[in-house]
Structures are given as C-alpha cells and as structure tokens.
C-alpha cells in the first residue's frame, strides 16, 4: 500500500518522478500497441474463444468499450505505419492524435502529418487537420425533438425525431462490428443505459415514416393500450419481429411437422434439425478454447456440420453445431488451410462480384430498352393520332411516323404531319377537306 502513499517526496523528486513514470508508460503504451497489432494480425483471439479483437480486449484484457476501441485503431495504423510507434513511444503523439490522423495517412504523407501534429493537443490536430484537409460546410438542418412530456402521451402525440426515453431498446452494435471488420467504427446511432436491475433508459432518434407507422400502431391498439406507451408498443413490436426473425433463421415454430422434404444439395439443412441444434446450443456459438472457454458470441451465428460436406459430413442433430462466423472461417482454416480458404473466399468474392456485374447490366440494358421503346412510342404518338383522326389506318399510321423519324427526327409537329400525309397520299390515299373534318392538326 505505501508503494501509492507519496507524501514523503519532496516537490523536486514528485515532478521528477512523474516524468518517469509518464515516460515509462509511454514506452510500455508502443508496447502494447505493438502486441495488439500482432494478436491481432494473427487472429489469436479465436483460439482462445472470442469472436474479434474487439471483444478480446473487453473480456480478456478488461478495457472499457473506448479504450479498446482506441487502441485497436491506433494498433492497427501503427502496424501500417511503423513510425507511429517510435512517436508514442517518445510522447510526439497521444493516442487520440493517432486516431484523428489514421483517415488521412499514406505512405506518402505520413513522415510530414507525423511532424506537423507532434506535441500537439487533440484540438490542435484537429484544425490542422481541417486546414489541410478541408471538408464542406455542413448544412443547417432543423428536426424537431418531442418533450420528454409527449413520449407516453395518447396516439399521435409523438412528433417526427421522437426522442424516446422507456424500458426497452437494443443497441446497434456498430462499433464492435466495424472492429470485427478491421474498419473504424461509426458513432452509435442508439444508446441504451440501465436504470436498475430491470430497467433501462432508451435514446433514439426516428424519421417521419416511422413516426407515422408509431401512430397507426398506438390507433390499432388503442382499444387495449389507450394511452399509447411508447415502451409497451415497442416491447410488442419486438416480440412480433422475433417470432419472424427465429422463423427464417432456424424454422421456429410451435407446430412442428415431420419433415418430407429432401434436396441434392449436401448442404441444405432440414428445418427440424435447424430447430433442434439451435435448442440445443442456446442460439450462442459453441466454439471452446483449450482453456475451456466458450465463445459467447450470439451475432452472426451459422450452423456448421461438425464433419466438412466436402469430407461426407451429414446435415443431422449430432452433425450439426452453431458456430459464429469468425469461428465457423477460423475451424475451416484448420481443418481445410488458412491458404485453401483465403483462395476460396476470394473465388466467391470474385464469383459474387461477377454476378452483381452482370445483374447490373441485365438491368441497364432493360432499362435501355425500355427508355429506346418509351421514346418511339412517344414519337409515333406525335402524329400517329392525328393521322387517325384523319381516317387512316393504325399501320398506315405507323408507317408514316417511321418516315417522319428518318426525315425529320427533330422538327414541329406541324412539319412531321404534313411529311406523314405527303408519304401517305400518293398514292394510297389522297387527303381531301372531308377527311379533314374527322380532326385537325394544331
């Protein structure tokens, strides 16, 4: 306990040691950095049961969400960017100067913005930064926010951009998903604090359509929730959404039937052994470390045959296992090669890119199609009607709009009628003033 009890320093020794020891801990912070970058790179949090860098750093290292969020990032340029390091190291740049540079850094400009924001404070950096990388002005925009009086209030009472205090909302999870994805991770556009053991505090914000849908909700329900609680309608709604949600992903229903269904596909996996595995495994994956921990991961969950399909693994109870997909790549790569998978994922990658191409020029060339056949049937109705009118037939009528396109693609209506009726006239038909009198062109 004396080791934290310094009243005996004199004021000298205090400030001298503080600088050592802050000098210590910036070294010991490149370290750490350095072993982050390199976990990280190896993937090492998945052996040992957890499914990102990100949850690692949580769990195992118990760092708060930001701190672990910050260092993954700096980690991450700084193993880009080898002179991050050194400048940690010797007190150049904090932390937070390594995140706010990490957008803009290149090869090229790295050594010049590593000087420029050296020494500096995170305000500094910023307007360095704004100086040198300038970014358009953000527009003025006005939402309008209910009172927190409103939020319980009877149907129609919440206004668009409701800001919703009650008992029950989820978080989005984006930060530790970008982490899992090796991106930088967005601002959270939902939060969600705990009140007391069974209650929370939700803070988001909706748009109009959804505020009209939360109207027409609280009017449906007004019969048995007259006064349109905001929580409660939530609550329900996320009741009906679950029940859809564990129906695609795992056939969940309460009127199980025998399954008849069978497929070529080695792959396809009956719905009652969805049912039943995912039961079985608590919708949690089921990856185990060496020391015994399980992974708790309940995102982005995939059912995984025990035994490869490529090596005869059958779709069964006992053959089939929830695995996150960061554990259901990483069993993979053992199984198969780190080098076999990275080759097959980039084949799919390839394959699903080449569809999207080709979907997307499927599409732009109906959409040609269709724009090529909009504009002739507008140029046959800029004289084809008139031409009705005066008592030619439909195909005659056609014909003559056709030789109008190829003569006088752009002229008057005035002008490509009179074309139509000098191509017309002789000598199918010649126009007198009583055919006339069935229309005139303007």
């Not at 760092?63 to 010797?90: D, G, L, N």
């Not at 995170?122 to 970014?135: D, G, N, T, W």
Request: hydrophobic share 40%; net charge positive.
């Amino acid at each position: 306990m004396r080791t934290y009890v310094l009243t005996h320093l004199s004021d000298a020794v205090l400030l001298r040691d503080l600088k050592s020891v802050v000098a210590q801990e910036r070294g010991a912070t490149a370290t750490v950095l350095a072993h982050i970058a390199e976990v990280d790179a190896r993937r090492l949090y998945l052996p040992a049961g957890f499914p990102s860098m990100y949850e690692y750093c949580l769990r195992e290292l118990r760092w708060s969400e930001q701190a672990a969020m910050k260092r993954i990032r700096a980690a991450r340029t700084a193993r880009q960017f080898p002179a991050i390091f050194e400048a940690v190291a010797e007190g150049r740049l904090h932390l937070s100067a390594v995140v706010l540079l990490t957008p803009h850094l290149t090869p090229d400009n790295v050594a010049e913005l590593v000087a420029a924001a050296a020494d500096q404070t995170k305000a500094e950096i910023e307007q360095l930064l704004a100086r040198r990388f300038p970014r358009l002005d953000v527009l003025a925009r006005i939402e309008p926010l209910a009172p927190p009086s409103c939020l319980s209030a009877a149907a129609g009472a919440v206004s668009p951009g409701t800001v919703v205090s009650a008992a029950a909302q989820v978080s989005t999870g984006t930060e530790c998903d970008s982490l899992v994805a090796g991106q930088d991770a967005p601002a959270p556009p939902s939060k969600v604090k705990p009140l007391s053991p069974e209650r929370f505090a939700v803070h988001f914000t909706i748009g109009k359509v959804t505020h009209d849908k939360l109207c027409y909700v609280q009017a449906l329900m007004s019969h048995w929730l007259p006064s349109g609680d905001v929580a409660k309608v939530f609550a329900r709604a996320l009741d009906a959404l679950r029940r859809e949600l564990e129906k695609k992903k795992f056939a969940a229903t309460t009127r199980p039937r025998p399954s008849g269904r069978s497929s070529a596909n080695r792959r396809y996996i009956p719905a009652h052994v969805k049912r039943a595995a995912w039961q079985r495994d608590g919708g949690q994956c089921t990856f185990v470390s060496a020391s015994g921990r399980r992974c708790g991961s309940r995102r982005f969950l995939e059912f995984d045959h025990v035994n490869p399909v490529a090596r005869g693994g059958q779709a069964t109870v006992e053959g089939v296992r929830l695995r996150c997909r960061m554990h259901n790549q990483f069993e993979a790569e053992c199984t198969f090669g780190a080098g076999f998978m990275v080759a097959k994922r980039e084949e799919a990658r390839r394959a699903r890119a080449e569809a999207r191409a080709e979907a997307a020029a499927r599409k732009a060339a109906e959409a040609h199609k269709q724009a090529a056949a909009a504009a002739q049937r507008a140029k046959e109705l800029d004289v084809v009607p008139w031409l009705r009118k005066l008592g030619f037939r439909a195909e005659e009528a056609r014909r003559a709009a056709a030789h109008c396109d190829s003569t006088h693609p752009d002229g008057p209506l005035e002008e490509r009628l009179r074309t139509a009726l000098r191509f017309l006239s002789p000598p199918a038909r010649r126009w007198s003033p009583a055919a006339s009198s069935a229309g005139s062109a303007p």
